[in-house]
């Protein structure tokens, strides 16, 4: 059983040492190499990383490598294991620890994140920008019909597996993203990033995206258990907290990643 899960990442910084992770320079297209392999080595779209985020990594993991299981994590938030060191690397997701839970059959998500007085679609529309997440629907509607009930369930649901984190099984892995990326593309020729106005919210097929995992493993009733996550520079909380009741109660969107 091979696992490889690269970490995105678009400047140096210190990358846990089990050879499971690869560290990938994510939107390297046109700049200088960080001492990471890049996104825009064979088949990519590195060149989209303004636009896709982390997702312009997933593509070239799903294009370029050849493992049993592939992930996804970020240089500043990685699966957590059972670690007990001091230092935050020291206490990432080991590859043995993968291994022990991708041998039960599933795919390994994030711990889900909840929402308490929020839906999912009411917290994207007061955090972000709706047109993308609106357009998303109709495109689901019309091109893969079987994914919108549960996309309509947005609407309802409080919980979510967030971050475009994962570690799928390579035929998962797939299914997955023969799914998401037809969409995104169409997504991205329906919506002028130019209407926003600055780039954090040109990010939108990447926002877009983390609502989907969940649309994809429900309607398709995959396997999954659910691993904590670990933040090397701490997960504030705080910030978060207040950034969102800005938002919901005054309107004011999110200007940056938390």
């Known amino acids: 059983m091979s696992v490889k899960v ?4 678009h400047k140096p910084y210190p990358m846990p040492a089990d050879p499971m992770y690869l560290p990938l320079q994510v939107g390297a297209a046109g700049k200088e190499s960080i001492g990471f392999q890049r996104d825009d080595d064979g088949d990519n779209i590195s060149e989209k990383n303004s636009r896709f985020s982390e997702l312009t990594g997933l593509y070239w993991a ?4 050849d493992d049993d299981y592939i992930g996804l994590a970020h ?3 990685h699966f957590r294991g059972k670690g007990k060191g001091k230092e935050p690397l020291s206490r990432v997701l080991t590859e043995r620890e993968a291994q022990a839970i991708l041998s039960r059959g599933v795919s390994i998500l994030p711990k889900k994140r909840n929402y308490v007085i929020s839906t999912l679609y009411d917290h994207y529309c007061h955090t972000l920008h709706p047109a993308p997440l609106d357009a998303c629907g109709e495109i689901l509607k019309e091109k893969a019909p079987s994914y ?6 947005l ?3 409080r919980s979510a597996h967030m971050f475009n984190m994962m570690i799928l099984p390579r035929d998962v892995l797939d299914r997955y993203c023969s799914f998401l990326f037809p969409v995104l593309f169409e997504l991205e020729g329906r919506v002028d990033p130019k209407e926003f106005e600055d780039p954090f919210h040109a990010r939108f097929p990447g926002r877009v995206s983390e609502l989907l995992l969940d649309v994809f493993f429900r309607t398709e009733k995959l396997p999954f258990e659910e691993a904590p996550l670990l933040y090397p ?6 910030k978060k907290g207040v950034a969102f009741l800005k ?3 005054g309107g004011q ?6």
């Open 62 to 65: 799903w294009k370029n490598l």
């Open 75 to 77: 240089y500043r938030r």
């Open 253 to 258: 969107k999110y200007g940056k990643s938390f």
């Open 148 to 153: 919108v009930p549960e996309f309509e369930a």
């Open 155 to 157: 609407k309802r649901r």
């Open 6 to 9: 690269i970490i995105a990442a």
């Open 247 to 249: 938002a919901k109660f």
């Open 233 to 238: 520079e701490g997960e504030g909380v705080w």
